[in-house]
T-cell receptor, first 113, second 113 residues
Framework: AQSVTQLDSHVSVSEGTPVLLRCNYSSSYSPSLFWYVQHPNKGLQLLLKYTSAATLVKGINGFEAEFKKSETSFHLTKPSAHMSDAAEYFCVVSDRNDYKLSFGAGTTVTVRA | EPEVTQTPSHQVTQMGQEVILRCVPISNHLYFYWYRQILGQKVEFLVSFYNNEISEKSEIFDDQFSVERPDGSNFTLKIRSTKLEDSAMYFC???????????FGQGTRLTVV
C-alpha cells in the first residue's frame, strides 16, 4: 500500500522569498513521486516527477524537489515565490507495481505582495 | 501537444438521475483513471482501468458507479442514481506504460440538485 502525507495544509509566503512544501511518502516498492499544481478553477498540471533517475528533480516555473529515501521525503522548493505561484499543490505517489496514483491532502500556497 | 479532454465541463443534474461523464484519453496511453474532488477536499481515487477491465477501485466506487471504454477512444464514468454528495469535480487521467506521470483532463464539475 502507498500513501502520502503533506505536512502543511497552508503555506503563506511573501513574494520573492523561498517556498518549501513538505511531503512524506509510504510505499512498499520503489516509488514514483510527482508534484501537481492546481490553480483556481483549473485542472491538474504536472510540476515535476521523480522516477528513479536523479534524486534532485527540476520542474517548471523554477520549482525543484529532492527525493530522500532515508527520510521518505520529497519536499518541493522554489527559491523566490511569485504571485502566480498562489495555488493548491499536491504530492502524489505511485508504486511501480500498482495501478493508481495516491494523492496527498494538498497544500494551499498564498503569496503576499 | 496531446491532451486528455473531458466533456461536459459542467453538468447540473437532478438527484436520482443518471449521468455519464466523458473523457478522451491520450491515444497511445494504456492506463485510465477517474478521480474526484469534493469542493475544498482532497483529490480521491475512484477507479483505474487497464486492458479493458477495472484494475483497482476505491470504496467510493460502489454499485452506483461504472466505467466503460466503449469504442477504444472514449472512457466514460456513469453514475446510475446521483446523490447530493456526488457533487464534485471529476477528473479523468491517462498514462502510458512505465513509471511516468498521469495526464489529467480539465475536469467535469458535477452539481446534483
Amino acid at each position: 500500500a502507498q500513501s502520502v502525507t503533506q505536512l502543511d495544509s497552508h503555506v503563506s509566503v511573501s513574494e520573492g522569498t523561498p517556498v518549501l512544501l513538505r511531503c512524506n511518502y509510504s510505499s512498499s516498492y520503489s516509488p514514483s513521486l510527482f508534484w501537481y499544481v492546481q490553480h483556481p478553477n483549473k485542472g491538474l498540471q504536472l510540476l515535476l516527477k521523480y522516477t528513479s533517475a536523479a534524486t534532485l528533480v527540476k520542474g517548471i516555473n523554477g520549482f525543484e524537489a529532492e527525493f530522500k529515501k532515508s527520510e521518505t521525503s520529497f519536499h518541493l522548493t522554489k527559491p523566490s515565490a511569485h504571485m502566480s505561484d498562489a495555488a493548491e499543490y499536491f504530492c502524489v505517489v505511485s508504486d511501480r507495481n500498482d495501478y493508481k496514483l495516491s494523492f496527498g491532502a494538498g497544500t494551499t500556497v498564498t503569496v503576499r505582495a | 501537444e496531446p491532451e486528455v479532454t473531458q466533456t461536459p465541463s459542467h453538468q447540473v443534474t437532478q438527484m436520482g438521475q443518471e449521468v455519464i461523464l466523458r473523457c478522451v484519453p491520450i491515444s497511445n496511453h494504456l492506463y485510465f483513471y477517474w478521480y474526484r474532488q469534493i469542493l475544498g477536499q482532497k483529490v480521491e481515487f475512484l477507479v483505474s482501468f487497464y486492458n479493458n477491465e477495472i484494475s483497482e477501485k476505491s470504496e467510493i466506487f460502489d454499485d452506483q458507479f461504472s466505467v466503460e471504454r466503449p469504442d477504444g477512444s472514449n472512457f466514460t464514468l456513469k453514475i446510475r442514481s446521483t446523490k447530493l454528495e456526488d457533487s464534485a469535480m471529476y477528473f479523468c487521467a491517462s498514462r502510458p506504460a512505465g513509471p511516468t506521470e498521469a495526464f489529467f483532463g480539465q475536469g467535469t464539475r458535477l452539481t446534483v440538485v
